[in-house]
């Protein structure tokens, strides 16, 4: 499985959780990667994003002040902070990976419920 995520899981709102993607190592020149979610009957939107080395991120304007990305090369990990957590951000969430020469890896998801 060339991504891996996890830190899923239930919450109340206002709860944190933590997200994390590993990805495997026989993914080469990972550059952009970024976190998805998908709720039941919606399209999967972009929740963050970030750049090859981590210095340039953006946002979906819902999450904006609440979750942080980041992201350790070292490691081959990227992760979401995800703070003050509301309902509405019950989801799956899933990774995804663009190497240099344009191949897109997703994550198997995690589930994000968060209970009122």
């Known amino acids: 499985v060339p991504l891996v995520e996890s830190g899923g899981g239930l919450v109340q709102a206002g709860g944190s959780l933590r997200l994390s993607c590993t990805a495997s190592?026989?993914?080469?020149?990972?550059?952009?990667m970024g976190w998805y979610r998908q709720a039941p009957g919606k399209q999967r939107e972009l929740v963050a994003a970030?750049?090859?080395?981590?210095?340039?991120?953006n946002y979906a304007d819902s999450v904006k002040g609440r979750f942080t990305i980041s992201r350790d090369n070292a490691k081959n990990t990227m992760y979401l902070q995800m703070n003050s957590l509301k309902p509405e951000d019950t989801a799956v969430y899933y990774c995804?990976?663009?190497?240099?020469?344009?191949?897109?890896?997703w994550g198997q998801g995690t589930q994000v419920t968060v209970s009122s």
């Open positions: 190592r026989s993914i080469f020149s990972i550059n952009t």
């Open positions: 995804r990976a663009r190497t240099n020469i344009g191949l897109i890896y």
């Open positions: 970030i750049s090859t080395d981590g210095g340039n991120t």
